[in-house]
């Protein structure tokens, strides 16, 4: 069958990776979708996935998380996508593919983005039991499979950036981790041998065994033909279990060979710079299959995006070429830092390197400099944070000195050149090829106020999210210099920040309000009474600090009383009708019948609605104020504390049953959601708090929807943070890996307190995550790596908290005076609210709701003599 | 309303029909926060100290809601009037006049207070 000419013309796309997806996405933007049949030949037994990050499914993200392709769309635009099975051959003449199943398609146009396949060095036993290619979700699959059951040990062929994710992954699956690199450095195609250097110390200090300069002999194989070792070129022999080979990659172009496509000497289907193949003119190739007109076959997806867009923007007639690409890469391997751009090797005539290294902190920056001063291209290792600027400045003579680009912030002349010394054509995000005055034209122009507004506008930093804070930097910059007054006050009473009032609070060890708002407040809020906003704002940074700036540490006392919201001031929570809700504790979800009976007895007697909450604990509803401490004496008086259901403050850590009782648990997920609960309880922190610890990936806590979530590993314990469900659901970010108990517990002492510190009133993690410069990279750097040498400080700010924790309820029944406000009217002591009553509903009660409504009574039906004063 | 000197001998009156009623001792109202007080007759009323003792009273019932709420707010000051901002949704009540300062077309009962 050959396309007839009348009919729809057809685009046939072999390969569906993340460059055909986008290829089709493209289409689908250019109306082209709707103009052409659009059949796709899919190798793999699912549909595009992010490649990219193939390695984070060991951390815990599904082949389903990782899919780049939306069902919707594909159906949207009537593409018809053939996954498992693949093009095996092409007849240009007839202009068909066949694919393996038999299925012809007849195409006008063809686009192969066949990709490329993992080169195996032709070792004796290569294809030995034992032996993978790390390049697909099936080979992980099986690495896995075997690491599970048959390998203690593992090596990996090849110290690239895909070698050193290989062996990462390894590490995580609890083998024992070696690389073997022939080159003498690792990623010896994007570092020097000082980068290279700084490098392995780094990956060496995180217990992977680093063999550089030899190459693989031999596999050796076992009497079962299993893989038991290795053979290396130094005549050593290195005992191992199982062996990814990692050693590059070379361009699927045998599709095109066997149809006589002109191909490059060293592989890659040649094309021109429409992406169009030199010989077929029917015929195009995107991506890492195709050898661009420079001469170079590009394995990095950025550019893979630029042919796709190319590609499409040719079938549409549209002008677009494709002649080359920047390879800059900036990348987080193993939790470190690599970055290269420009000519890092300096190949370039004449030219001169600056370089700073400190091995102890495994740093180590290079720039190449041309003669005439000229930023030609750099590496760096250990610390990338200048990356975004001396990109964009690639190709232009700095303004400083090129020595103190490289010089750690603080350092006598280490200068922190900002964007703002970029010049206008500079590129800050190269995904997407966005200059500077782009951005700076989507603030004055197009009216954007937040980087979220720029990014929409001008698609920069929504590829690799590299030049997020520079971009933040450019707009903050661009709205001051543009005369917006941007009032980052906390309400109309304070023009400060809560962070910053955190910060006086901290330092002046303030504990009273009046004072605060009488000397940082604004002028004409001073003396008077403040507002709703602020007053729980300053008493949650007070209760946060209390232990080090010598506040009393409940939230009932003296002034402190006056500036709780309704919940605090109850210590429950308010509903509808007036009455309140009670939650005690019930850490991790763990209860015995007892205590159940407990709950259930005193929900009895006093007549309360029972529901089990999300947070895996119980809520009795529909208490009166003055039941309130009659019911907590009975619950204190059963080992019950106070929940925090009512405060800005920690609620549950969730768990699942773990080890103990099921059957894939490999960690105490309960001990460990008990330990967290009774570790943080009671902290006061801008917003609720709210955690959960999984015995296993499978996750049934729910783990990765929290402020602060855990999940086990064979090892110990992955970290997670910025999670939230609610209106706003937002998957939480993977901090650090396999950590031990107490690792786990500092990470997460130093997380919550420079949260506390420096997040907005009423700002959630996932928020706060997305808002502060640097985002989560930032947060790493500062809790895991103590960027700014805070972290002692952290750590002895939550051991205060954790030493000075007591009760809330059971101090509270003790006090006469904190008593006496638990009374629904002050001179009836004994008379409780008409209005707060129930009528039945299904075996319990509810809140009789029309008697609220008999209370509302017109404007005007005003008492005489009221109002006039 | 008048300005209280500090002392704990004092009662704080609320002014009915027919005359000055009395809601309990100064001391027990906190300065910054409210107590409700029931009336003879089922009214329910909200009274407030704040921190230059100043006092005020205002429908214990929150207009929004139906609730009898409105003791439990958060008080302020909003261009120097004094308000209660509703723990139910957050409208403000201006303490003097009871008209709610975020939608015009509300107002709740005020009452005038006194310790004496």
Request: proline share 5%.
């Amino acid at each position: 069958m050959t396309a007839t000419p009348g009919a729809t013309p057809t685009i046939v796309l072999v390969g569906h990776g993340m460059v055909g997806q986008r290829f089709l996405e493209a289409l689908a933007e250019r109306g082209l979708t709707a103009t052409h049949r659009v059949v796709v030949l899919c190798e793999e037994p699912r549909p595009a996935y992010d490649r990219v990050q193939l390695t984070s499914y060991f951390s815990g993200r599904t082949p389903e998380e990782l899919s780049l392709a939306d069902p919707e769309f594909i159906e949207a635009h009537g593409i018809e996508l053939h996954v498992g099975d693949p093009a095996e051959t092409v007849d240009r003449e007839a202009r068909a593919v066949t694919a393996r199943s038999g299925l012809v398609v007849g195409y006008d146009i063809l686009v192969l983005a066949t990709g490329s396949y993992p080169f195996v060095p032709p070792v004796p036993n290569k294809d030995a039991v034992g032996c993978f290619v790390y390049r697909t979700v099936e080979d992980l699959l099986a690495i896995e499979d075997y690491a599970r059951t048959r390998a203690a040990t593992g090596a990996v062929v090849g110290g690239g950036l895909l070698g050193l994710e290989a062996a990462g992954a390894l590490k995580g699956l609890g083998l024992s981790a070696h690389i073997v690199e022939f080159a003498p450095r690792l990623m010896p195609v994007q570092v020097d041998a000082g980068g290279g250097a700084a490098l392995l110390r780094t990956i060496e200090d995180m217990g992977l065994s680093v063999h550089t300069g030899v190459g693989t002999q031999e596999v050796v194989v076992g009497a079962d033909g299993a893989v038991t070792g290795m053979k290396l070129s130094d005549g050593s022999e290195l005992a191992t279990d199982l062996v990814v080979f990692s050693a590059g990659v070379r361009p699927r172009d045998q599709l095109a060979r066997d149809c006589g496509l002109a191909v490059g000497e060293r592989g890659g289907i040649t094309v021109d710079d429409r992406c169009r193949s030199v010989s077929d003119p029917h015929v195009f190739a995107i991506g890492e299959c195709a050898q661009a007109s420079d001469g170079r076959v590009y394995g990095l997806v950025a550019p893979g995006y630029e042919q796709a867009e190319t590609a499409a923007a040719a079938i549409a007639g549209n002008e677009a070429s494709f002649t080359g690409a920047d390879l800059s890469t900036k990348l987080k391997l193993l939790g470190v830092d690599v970055a290269s751009f420009g000519d890092a090797h300096g190949t370039a005539e004449d030219c001169l390197d600056v370089v700073y290294a400190d091995s102890r902190a495994g740093l180590y920056k290079k720039l190449v400099i041309g003669r005439d001063g000229t930023l030609l291209g750099g590496i760096l290792v250990g610390d990338a944070e200048a990356y975004g600027t001396l990109r964009a400045l690639t190709g232009s003579v700095p303004p400083v000195s090129p020595e103190s680009l490289v010089l750690p912030a603080g350092a006598d002349s280490g200068a922190q050149l900002g964007p703002s010394a970029l010049p206008d054509e500079a590129v800050v995000c190269s995904c997407h090829n966005v200059s500077k005055g782009a951005i700076r034209g989507a603030v004055t122009e197009h009216n954007c106020t937040t980087v979220p507004e720029v990014k929409k506008c001008t698609k920069a930093g929504t590829g690799c999210g590299s030049c997020v804070k520079v971009l933040g930097q450019l707009v903050t910059a661009e709205l001051e210099a543009s005369g917006v007054e941007v009032d980052k006050g906390l309400c109309g009473c304070f023009g400060r920040t809560r962070e910053e009032l955190y910060e006086i609070v901290r330092a002046l060890r303030l504990t009273s309000y009046r004072e605060l708002l009488d000397r940082y407040g604004r002028e004409d809020a001073r003396g008077g009474d403040g507002c709703e906003v602020c007053k729980p704002a300053v008493a949650s940074v007070i209760a946060s600090l209390a232990p080090v700036i010598g506040a009393s540490g409940h939230v009932l006392d003296g002034e402190q009383a006056a500036l709780q919201d309704s919940n605090d001031h109850f210590l429950a929570n308010l509903q509808k009708n007036g009455s309140y809700s009670v939650v005690p504790r019930i850490p991790g979800g763990e209860i015995a019948p007892e205590k159940l009976i407990v709950i259930g007895e005193v929900a009895r007697d006093f007549g309360l609605y029972t529901k089990i909450t999300g947070g895996q604990r119980i809520d009795m509803f529909g208490a009166r104020v003055e039941q309130l401490p009659l019911i907590w004496a009975r619950l204190v008086d059963a080992g019950f504390e106070s929940g925090h259901a009512y405060g800005k403050s920690l609620r549950t850590v969730k768990s699942c049953v773990g080890r103990t009782w099921c059957r894939y648990g490999v960690q105490d997920s309960v001990r460990m959601a008990i330990d967290l609960e009774l570790r943080y309880r009671g902290l006061r922190s801008p917003h609720k708090l709210k955690s959960a610890v999984s015995g296993c990936a499978r996750e049934c806590a729910e783990a990765q929807s929290k402020d602060f979530g855990v999940i086990a590993t064979s090892n110990g314990w992955n970290l997670y943070v910025g999670g939230n469900g609610g209106a706003t659901p937002r998957h939480a970010d993977l901090l650090a890996q396999d950590l031990s108990d107490a690792e786990l517990v500092r990470l997460i002492d130093r997380f919550l307190m420079f949260y506390i510190r420096t997040a907005d009133r009423l700002e959630r993690t996932s928020t706060w995550l997305e808002r502060i410069p640097g985002g989560l990279d930032h947060v790493r750097d500062v809790v895991v790596h103590d960027s700014l040498g805070i972290c002692d400080e952290l750590e002895a700010l939550m051991r205060a908290h954790v030493a000075h924790y007591r009760d809330e309820w059971a101090e509270t029944i003790d006090d006469p005076e904190k008593l006496a406000r638990f009374v629904s009217f002050v001179n009836a002591p004994d008379t409780p609210d008409p209005v707060v009553a129930f009528v039945p509903e299904r075996d319990q009660m509810k809140p009789d709701l029309p008697l609220l409504s008999i209370g509302l009574r017109p404007a005007d039906d005003v008492l005489e003599g009221s109002a006039q004063r | 309303m008048t300005l209280a000197p500090e002392t704990t001998d004092l009662l704080v009156q609320l002014r009915l029909e027919d005359g000055w009623f009395t809601v309990c001792d100064l001391h027990r109202l906190t300065p910054g926060r409210g107590v409700a007080a029931l009336l003879p007759d089922g009214r329910q009323v909200a009274v407030f100290r704040d921190r230059a003792d100043r006092l005020y009273g205002i429908d214990n019932r929150d207009p929004f809601g139906g609730a009898a709420v409105l003791s439990r707010g958060l008080t302020g000051t909003h261009r120097g009037r004094p308000f209660v901002a509703s723990p139910l949704l957050k409208q403000r009540f201006d303490l003097e006049t009871g008209q709610c300062l975020d939608d015009a077309s509300v107002r709740v009962t005020a009452y005038r207070v006194r310790s004496a």
